[in-house]
């Protein structure tokens, strides 16, 4: 039910009402639903722990860390940070349309980011491993596929709401032309990510199946061996169907139509299952998935590089002020750096 309001301190629930405004936005109700009973127990803590403090809005510093601490013990480091992450993305959106003042999770958040890993333990798979992997798969969509994930590290659900227009790229030889966004007009061998589509909303004229959960649009250099991948694909790849003119299309049954986070998890089930790396009911630890992609991008390029700021700005997932700040330096430093140490996974 909508949670009807006038001024900020009229919101008399602020948990339904942010639970109602992340619906409009697109989040499945499996989202939600997680959401809600992270941010319940919070508190159902607060009224049980603290004289004076029965909601969110009452809540402090210290009271959101000695939330946190009762967790401890009781769950797995990886999800206590994924509780902490909800609670910090939820006072930071009440912060920004004014229903709080504050966002008391925010200092929080910056302690834990050096001890707590989000990630679980997962299957430690080394560069030339990864390269035999990808060198099994043959199809141009599925190499394509996978090599964009890889070499990017964005989640399957933003691979899939990418459109022709946000790649710029040369491709001559294919006898192929399209104009790409304005982002990318002086940035060439690059993928524009962007924070905008949400499930069921339009966007570029299409309504989305898939939410992107970037913080920030972001711009994402291509080298050379994601380019021969893309080239690869773009040889063959259809007609589309959507007049949004979609990257990645289905050469199956939906001939011509955007890919889904669906068909990519099959995808990558299929050659991971065939690699050894993927067994049905195997957890997180064990198989290899879209998202662990996301975390070998992580892991490998934030250890040859050393700097954390630029792969979170690659991942989409930092904050405004310090994003500013490789937005600007894209092409000096966000472009130089990632060419010099992204991994190369074909052996070409």
């Not at 997680?34 to 004289?51: K, W």
């Amino acid at each position: 039910m909508a949670t009807d309001v006038g001024a900020p301190d009229e919101v008399t629930d602020p948990i339904a009402y942010f639970l109602d405004d992340q619906r409009y936005h697109g989040k499945s109700e499996r989202t939600l639903d997680a959401y809600e009973r992270v941010l319940r127990r919070f508190e159902g803590f607060l009224r049980e722990r603290f004289d004076g403090v029965e909601r969110p809005r009452e809540a402090g510093r210290r009271e959101c860390m000695a939330w946190i601490h009762s967790l401890r013990g009781a769950f797995e480091p990886s999800t206590i940070a994924t509780y902490a992450s909800y609670l910090n993305r939820f006072y930071d959106y009440m912060t920004r349309v004014g229903v709080f003042d504050d966002n008391p999770m925010a200092l929080v958040m910056e302690e834990m980011s050096e001890s707590i890993d989000t990630d679980p333990t997962r299957r430690d798979i080394s560069v030339p491993e990864m390269r035999s992997f990808v060198e099994t798969i043959a199809h141009p969509l599925e190499r394509a596929v996978v090599t964009t994930l890889l070499k990017t590290g964005m989640r399957v659900g933003e691979l899939c709401n990418l459109d022709l227009r946000d790649l710029h790229l040369s491709v001559t030889a294919l006898d192929q032309d399209w104009s790409p966004r304005v982002e990318l007009e002086r940035r060439s061998s690059s993928l524009f990510v962007s924070a905008e589509p949400s499930r069921g909303a339009s966007t570029n004229g299409e309504q989305r199946t898939a939410s992107n959960k970037r913080k920030r649009d972001t711009v994402v250099p291509v080298d050379d061996e994601l380019r021969r991948a893309l080239v690869e694909w773009l040889a063959i790849r259809p007609d589309p169907v959507s007049p949004a003119d979609p990257l990645f299309l289905d050469t199956r049954d939906s001939w011509g139509e955007r890919l889904t986070p669906a068909d990519v998890r099959y995808v990558v089930k299929k050659h991971a299952r065939d690699h050894g790396w993927y067994r049905t009911g195997g957890g997180t630890t064990e198989n290899v998935t879209p998202h662990y992609f996301r975390h070998f991008f992580t892991t490998h390029l934030r250890d040859r590089t050393g700097d954390r700021g630029i792969v979170q700005y690659l991942r989409g997932d930092v904050a405004s002020d310090v994003i500013d700040t490789y937005t600007h330096n894209w092409g000096d430093r966000v472009r130089e750096t990632y060419l010099e140490h992204i991994y190369t996974i074909t052996g070409e």
